[in-house]
């Protein structure tokens, strides 16, 4: 079984500048979830997708922060414009269903100078 | 005050030592218990899932809930280098379609040979 696949593995922007992530989650995983990870921290839910409908975006930075999930399958995360404090390794992860274990892929390491 | 408390280590320990990993938290709603290990320039992995309170056992690996104190542990039996990684705790609510996890810290291990 394929994991949970995510791209780029690594981005450096300036602040002010736009960045989007993207996750392929495990085939016939239905919920979707995008962590934020900052360094010496556990994983922050921004937001989870049940198919492609949003559940939870409540600590989502909505000023900023955009997130889609298209057709169910694939995911983007957006950051537009970045700030500093945004640095951080931002985590995809699917379940089979909302109460299934979580499979994480190996995110992506955003660095904002 | 932290829903969930981690120390954050790190931790140092010889080869073949008995691990013992902990967290506490103050929301007693949280029914279900996980333990995540993650590599360097990984994603998390599921290792250990548990309902309330009680102990579970899988391998080398035991994890322990006791609710009354609101205290979670993991113990790692014949520790191996191969299990240095970082190690957090999760839980969340039996509110099922909404599955957020609140994930400690993390606590960084090194297995010394």
């Known amino acids: 079984e394929a994991g949970v696949a995510q791209s780029p593995r690594y981005k450096i922007i300036e602040k002010r500048q736009s960045v989007a992530f993207w996750c392929n989650p495990i085939?016939?995983?239905?919920?979707l979830y995008w962590y934020q990870q900052i360094l010496g921290q556990g994983p922050k839910l921004l937001i989870q997708?049940?198919?492609?409908?949003?559940?939870?975006d409540s600590q989502l930075p909505k000023d900023r922060f955009s997130a889609e999930r298209l057709k169910g399958v694939d995911s983007t995360l957006k950051i537009q414009p970045a700030k500093l404090e945004d640095s951080a390794v931002y985590l995809c992860?699917?379940?089979?269903?909302?109460?299934?274990?979580?499979?994480f892929g190996n995110g992506t390491r955003l660095t904002v100078t | 005050q932290k829903e969930v408390e981690q120390d954050p280590g790190p931790l140092s320990v010889p080869e073949g030592a008995i691990v013992s990993l902990n967290c506490t938290y103050s929301?007693?709603?949280?029914?279900?218990f996980m333990w995540y290990r993650q590599y360097s320039r990984k994603g998390p992995e599921l290792l250990m899932y548990?309902?309330?309170?009680g102990n579970k056992e899988d391998g080398r690996f035991t994890a322990q809930v006791d609710k009354s104190s609101k205290y979670i542990s993991l113990f790692i039996r014949d520790s191996q280098p191969s299990d240095s990684a970082t190690y957090l705790c999760?839980?969340?609510?039996?509110?099922?379609?909404?599955?957020?996890?609140?994930f400690g810290t993390g606590t960084r291990l090194t297995i010394i040979p």
């Open positions: 999760a839980m969340k609510h039996p509110n099922f379609g909404n599955e957020k996890l609140t």
């Open positions: 992860a699917s379940s089979l269903e909302g109460r299934s274990p979580l499979h």
């Open positions: 929301n007693s709603a949280f029914q279900y």
């Open positions: 997708f049940q198919n492609n409908g949003v559940v939870d």
């Open positions: 085939s016939g995983h239905a919920t």
């Open positions: 548990t309902y309330s309170s």
